[in-house]
Nanobody, 111 residues
């Protein structure tokens, strides 16, 4: 059974940075594409970034140039480095692969 555990969320001021981590277990991590989603109150869950098993990355337009997704196969972990954070980035961020989801980590951008 695949398990995904996110960490690294918190409160940050506008313009600040955070790095989210998602540690996976119960799967052969190098073979899986990994995604970060987010959901703000009252909004649908939306795709933020993807990294394929070949390390090809893709980003939603609203984060391109500010966020970077990466993976460490030896640690079975995918990261989301977030910079130039804006209040509109406030959301619960979720790690995902196929039909498996983590519990989410809250990111709040506020002064």
């Amino acid at each position: 059974q695949i398990q995904l555990v996110e960490s690294g969320g918190g409160l940050v001021q506008p313009g600040g940075s955070l790095r989210l981590s998602c540690e996976a277990s119960g799967m052969f991590f190098p073979n899986f594409d990994m995604n970060w989603y987010r959901q703000a109150p009252g909004n649908d869950r939306e795709l933020v970034a993807t990294i394929t098993y070949r390390h090809i990355t893709n980003y939603a337009d609203f984060v391109r140039g500010r966020f970077a997704i990466s993976r460490d196969n030896a640690k079975k972990t995918v990261y989301l480095q977030m910079t130039s954070l804006e209040p509109e980035d406030t959301a619960v961020y979720y790690c995902n692969t196929q039909t498996s989801w983590g519990q989410g980590t809250q990111v709040t951008v506020s002064s």
